[in-house]
């Protein structure tokens, strides 16, 4: 990976704090809007965050686990740093962009990495109506919710929802219940990655849903479309021995 400037930036943690106080001592930095390379220091969460800051400049970001999971992290190590960044491989990403309608008529758009979750606000379950591509293939779904997850999210709550691990670069979407009671033995489904997924929430008054995409929530809403956006290309930099494709194939055979 070729780069000029690196700019080294962290979670809140003391951990991740101080770890980023050696870095900018030992390394040259400069702050992050001007660097053409980050190293983010915390865990998955902080990850997320950091690609979503700096979404529009679409810069490459490697991090390094100062967290607790750290799926999306390379190992931390204070030793040859530069010789790590210029031989990183890049995974390019695509997040899915939800537009969410809510019950006084205003449309939300937010970007997400992981996924797009509708969740119940209330004791009642959720009743939904998906449709694929403006073809209605769920009439009425009884649930706490549903998920529209990426591949790179597919290890979040979408496997926690009993969602498919997806390869990088297989060009699909998965779409999760979650807790779902009627049709009681629907799984989910594996959709092409070009599709547009619109959600229609059935008595949103009586049994209120809200959406989330990543970290953004909206609360009430009525109608959510879910669809990848191409026009947005994130880069996420691994040491070739920790790639992404092979920490998610790994992460299928775990008990």
């Given at each position: 990976?070729?780069?000029?400037?690196?700019?080294?930036?962290?979670?809140?943690?003391?951990?991740?704090?101080?770890?980023?106080?050696?870095?900018?001592?030992?390394?040259?930095?400069?702050?992050?809007?001007?660097?053409?390379?980050?190293?983010?220091?915390?865990?998955?969460?902080?990850?997320?965050?950091?690609?979503?800051?700096?979404?529009?400049?679409?810069?490459?970001?490697?991090?390094?686990?100062?967290?607790?999971?750290?799926?999306?992290?390379?190992?931390?190590?204070?030793?040859?740093?530069?010789?790590?960044?210029?031989?990183?491989?890049?995974i390019e990403l695509n997040p899915l962009r939800m537009?969410?309608?809510?019950?006084?008529?205003?449309?939300?758009?937010?970007?997400?990495?992981?996924?797009?979750?509708?969740?119940?606000?209330?004791?009642?379950?959720?009743?939904?109506?998906?449709?694929?591509d403006g073809v209605v293939r769920m009439r009425e779904m009884i649930c706490d919710g549903v998920l529209v997850s990426t591949p790179a999210g597919s290890t979040a709550y979408n496997s926690s929802a009993s969602g498919p691990i997806l390869p990088l670069g297989a060009h699909v979407l998965a779409l999760t219940p979650i807790s779902v009671f009627r049709p009681r033995q629907w799984r989910g489904a594996i959709l092409p990655h070009n599709v547009h997924v619109t959600v229609e929430v059935l008595y949103p008054e009586l049994r209120p849903v809200s959406a989330v995409a990543d970290d953004t929530e909206v609360r009430d809403v009525v109608r959510v479309i879910v669809r990848e956006d191409r026009s947005v290309a994130l880069t996420l930099l691994f040491d070739p021995e920790h790639d992404l494709e092979e920490r998610i194939i790994k992460e299928q055979f775990l008990l």
């Open positions: 990976m070729n780069f000029r400037t690196i700019a080294f930036v962290a979670s809140e943690h003391d951990e991740a704090e101080d770890a980023a106080q050696r870095l900018r001592s030992r390394y040259r930095s400069v702050p992050p809007e001007e660097a053409d390379l980050i190293v983010a220091l915390g865990g998955d969460g902080f990850m997320l965050k950091a690609l979503h800051r700096h979404m529009d400049r679409q810069v490459p970001i490697f991090g390094m686990n100062r967290g607790s999971v750290g799926f999306l992290m390379n190992a931390y190590d204070e030793e040859g740093l530069t010789d790590r960044l210029e031989r990183a491989e890049p537009t969410a309608h809510d019950i006084t008529g205003h449309a939300h758009e937010s970007l997400a990495i992981n996924e797009v979750s509708l969740l119940r606000e209330t004791r009642l379950a959720a009743k939904l109506r998906i449709e694929v």
